[in-house]
């Protein structure tokens, strides 16, 4: 087992979050940081790389430009280097292809020295005046352990997929994440089913009614959802999404913040507008022929399980606003059932008892990201987070806009100066009367 000397931070998760940490940090610091992930390499959302889809973020919320312009790591630099800046100008649009973001992390990856993949983070403990980070490496199938003042953990989240749908074969029965992975034999199936609301399952129905024209599938969209609602992108809506509000937010009781969440769902789950055009536009064309594709949408619909019973798979589900149940059989089925935090068995067995909770699963966090411990006093490393936020944070937690503003103070904190300027009172909404 090697040993390895202290660094300032640790890094745990290389997605956008702490990749953004991760160049912020080599640019204008001298901290000696590590960042570990236990993927082979970079990759962003692989089974949702679906041609056509665009971030639902312009461009401006790359990995460092809130913080820095100039750097370059910026989105901007990236074409120039790549001799696409053309190209995107004459594009004349503000959001990022997907492909091209995945594109544009794994350049700025390839640029740092201080980004380990193949190395899995398999326990954290506290001793005393730092952090003891273990690691697995499954290049030099080794164990490892590093030393750090700080870590910052950015595990991201993981498919939530509900009791009631676990165990099937995954070939027939899969999250969106995985969807690109099963498409080939997903589109052989006789019948194909979505079940869920919000932008991914928007753009699975979109991309399997695109290619519905080869096939002979009969198409469905089942959500529990009111109905298939836009996402709220007003100019003045979008400022919850501003520091500016996150600072309000993180003010609130957690009650009032619990609150405050429900009543931006549209702000945070509704359907961009142009994937919606876009599948009107293919259903009212198909509408025109007598030999239209079979097409079933039907919201306020709730999927509570779902069995194989021969070679298909019948959903048990209710018509919530009826009060009616009712099955229905589908060869395929996709689960666009949202994420849920990506928290490590580790971080409970060596914290659980530590730290303040605001419910059973939600931790307390300071507004410059500290998880908070219940012994506070004279503590000079710290655990920071940027995983499991919403409830202190607000609708922007998993919004990539944000996530510069987050590391912006993370590493003011760590350093204890102003590296990077923090930019408040940028909008032209508030949100309480000075009295």
């Not at 193949?118 to 030099?140: A, F, M, P, Q």
């Not at 027939?172 to 099963?182: E, K, M, N």
């Not at 599948?279 to 069995?307: A, G, W």
Request: charged share 25%.
């Amino acid at each position: 087992m090697s040993r390895h000397e202290m660094y300032d931070c640790i890094g745990i998760g290389i997605g956008p979050y702490n990749l953004s940490l991760a160049a912020l940090m080599e640019e204008k610091t001298e901290l000696k940081v590590k960042f570990f992930d236990q993927t082979p390499e970079f990759q962003w959302h692989p089974g949702m790389l679906i041609n056509q889809t665009d971030l639902q973020v312009p461009f401006i919320a790359d990995l460092v430009t809130f913080a820095n312009p100039q750097s370059r790591y910026s989105y901007l630099n990236y074409l120039h280097t790549h001799n696409r800046l053309y190209k995107f100008f004459f594009f004349q649009k503000f959001e990022i292809p997907r492909q091209e973001y995945n594109d544009y992390a794994r350049w700025v990856v390839s640029q740092l020295r201080s980004c380990q993949f193949h190395s899995e983070v398999i326990g954290v403990t506290d001793e005393g005046d730092c952090y003891k980070v273990l690691i697995d490496n499954r290049l030099t199938d080794e164990r490892e352990i590093y030393y750090a003042k700080h870590v910052v953990m950015g595990t991201g989240s993981k498919p939530l997929i509900l009791d009631g749908m676990k165990g099937l074969p995954v070939g027939d029965v899969h999250h969106t994440s995985q969807y690109l992975f099963h498409k080939n034999t997903t589109i052989k199936g006789s019948s194909i089913t979505i079940v869920g609301s919000g932008q991914s399952a928007a753009e699975v129905f979109l991309d399997l009614l695109t290619e519905q024209v080869n096939h002979s599938y009969q198409l469905t969209w089942l959500t529990r959802s009111e109905g298939i609602l836009q996402l709220e992108s007003s100019k003045l809506g979008q400022e919850f999404f501003a520091p500016d509000y996150v600072d309000y937010f993180h003010g609130l009781t957690y009650e009032k913040r619990m609150e405050a969440l429900k009543t931006l769902d549209q702000l945070r789950n509704g359907i961009d507008p142009d994937t919606l055009n876009n599948i009107y536009n293919i259903l009212y064309n198909h509408s025109v022929s007598d030999k239209s594709p079979s097409i079933t949408i039907q919201p306020l619909t709730e999927v509570n399980k779902i069995r194989k019973e021969g070679d298909r798979y019948v959903l048990n589900c209710r018509q919530w606003q009826e009060d009616r149940d009712f099955s229905y059989q589908s060869d395929k089925v996709i689960l666009a059932t949202g994420y849920k935090p990506n928290i490590p068995g580790w971080f409970f067995d060596e914290f659980e008892d530590k730290i303040v909770w605001e419910d059973e699963k939600k931790y307390k966090v300071s507004r410059n990201y500290k998880i908070q411990f219940k012994e506070e006093s004279n503590r000079g490393h710290h655990f920071y987070t940027v995983t499991n936020l919403e409830h202190s944070h607000g609708a922007g937690a998993t919004n990539l806009g944000l996530a510069v503003d987050r590391n912006i103070q993370i590493i003011n904190d760590i350093v204890g100066e102003n590296v990077y300027e923090v930019q408040r009172n940028t909008i032209f909404s508030q949100f309480t009367m000075d009295i």
